[in-house]
């Protein structure tokens, strides 16, 4: 966990969900590679093609960029997917329920944080299966509100899906938390935009946030 800052006051925290609100490293692969293999067959090459295009794509990016990432969804983008259909792409081929499950600690953790704090989720994926990664893993009840690729058409670090997180929770950035675990895609940004930021390794950082924030 790396804490970059906390505001004070703090009345929202902005979650990612992939890789932060739980911690399933054979879900985090087969999530990314299951649409390169649907980006294959539509293309008409091989899997092994797409993993080394995409592979090649990003290793430039970070080069052109002093090192940060870039989304899949952009990187499909470049490509020539549009948002829109690496948005069909995902309902139809992300299925959480498969490798997640119910996670009482988290489910402890949210409990504590909402009733201090406004919750809400912004993901790089569309809000259907983010909204099924959020009940394989119990946590659905405490987020109403889903800020997902498909909300914007526009995949983090864009400034959209966070300018829409705040208008839906009512406050301002600079009283906003972004809590995820990639720092170019979940951080980099809202520290600009004045939100705090911290960088977790998976939910078992998630797991602590009580005791740093209440």
Known sequence: ?????????????IFDIDCTLYSNQKYAIEQVDCQIREFARVR????????????DYRRQF???????????????????????????????LLTPSDYLSY??????TLSLLQKDFKLICVTNNPVLPARK????????????????LDTCFKSKPAE??????????????????????????????PLQMGMGGLLVSGVEDVYKLPEILL
């Open 44 to 55: 008409g090459i091989s899997a092994d093609q797409a993993r080394r295009m995409v592979a």
């Open 103 to 108: 996670d009482k600690e988290l489910v402890e």
């Open 160 to 189: 959209e899906p966070f300018c829409r997180a705040v208008e839906i929770l009512q406050t301002k950035a600079e009283k906003c938390l972004s809590v995820g675990d990639r720092y170019d895609m979940d951080l980099s940004l």
């Open 1 to 13: 966990m790396k804490i970059y800052k906390i505001p004070r006051p703090l009345e929202a925290i």
């Open 133 to 148: 990664t959020l009940e394989a893993i119990g946590a659905s009840e405490f987020f109403k509100d889903i800020v997902g």
């Open 62 to 92: 970070a080069l052109d960029h002093n090192g940060a990432k870039v989304s899949l969804g952009n990187t499909l983008l470049s490509f020539g997917v549009p948002i829109e259909e690496s948005v069909e792409w995902r309902k139809k």
